[in-house]
């Protein structure tokens, strides 16, 4: 249903590292690097974590990393904190002003 | 502070339009592309529409094309999404946001929200 996709709910305990996948095609995640990723807590308005792949919008903790390999980008949480429980939606840029969305992964901490 | 506010949504009768509202201050609204993007109720995000800066430019997702129209005004610092022969899969919150600056891909600052159900 959704062009990007990722897992439906991840969890760990505060303090560990969680990574939170995004697969795309070759042309979207895998064309351009133009994949950014947004928290979003319940009620509440997507705020921007990464973009640009792997850049951090000032405000946002450097526990916050992105990365990508082909077609798959990826979030990853170090350090996880209480506050991090979200969802967390991936984004590419798909060419000729169109983006797509993944699904959203739940991040429970536990 | 960017400030994003959106209007105009409420319950609305299967193939009824719908005109919603995005109004911006805090920033130089002309300077921005715009875009909205929706939810569906406890679903994941979805790109639904741009419009460039002047608005001569306008771009739509597969699945609104043909029926909803994105416009603005940029005196009044104003966007607008036209919405007709609405469906039930058109219920969701759409929010407005800026898409970042030129050659740059992505959505900075958000608007809350405005709730849209398409039911009989």
């Known amino acids: 249903q959704f062009a990007l996709t990722q897992p439906r709910s991840v969890s760990g305990s505060p303090g560990q590292t969680v990574t939170i996948s995004c697969a795309g095609t070759?042309?979207?995640?895998?064309?351009?690097?133009?994949v950014s990723w947004y928290q979003q807590h319940p009620g509440k308005a997507p705020k921007l974590m990464i973009y640009?792949?792997?850049k951090r919008p000032s405000g946002v903790p450097d526990r916050f990393s992105g990365s990508k390999s082909g077609n798959t980008a990826s979030l990853t949480i170090f350090g996880l904190q209480a506050e991090d429980e979200a969802d967390y939606f991936c984004?590419?840029?798909?060419?000729?002003?169109?983006?797509?969305f993944g699904g959203g992964a739940k991040l429970t901490v536990l | 502070e960017v400030q994003l506010v959106e209007s105009g949504g409420g319950l609305i009768q299967p193939g009824g339009s719908l005109r919603l509202s995005c109004a911006a201050s805090?920033?130089?609204?002309?300077?921005?592309?715009m875009t909205w993007v929706r939810q569906a109720p406890g679903k994941g995000l979805e790109w639904v529409s741009a419009?460039?800066?002047?608005?001569?430019?306008?771009y739509y997702a597969d699945s609104v094309k043909g029926r909803f129209t994105i416009s603005r005004d940029n005196s009044n610092n104003t966007l607008f999404l036209g919405m007709s022969s609405l469906r039930a899969d058109d219920t969701a919150v759409y929010y407005c946001?800026?898409?970042?600056?030129?050659?740059?891909?992505?959505?900075?600052?958000w608007g809350q929200g405005s709730l849209v159900t398409v039911s009989s």
């Open positions: 805090a920033f130089t609204f002309s300077n921005y592309a």
């Open positions: 984004c590419s840029y798909a060419g000729t002003y169109t983006w797509v």
């Open positions: 640009d792949v792997t």
């Open positions: 946001a800026t898409k970042s600056g030129s050659g740059e891909y992505y959505f900075n600052n």
């Open positions: 419009i460039s800066q002047t608005g001569d430019r306008t």
């Open positions: 070759s042309s979207d995640v895998g064309r351009y690097d133009y």
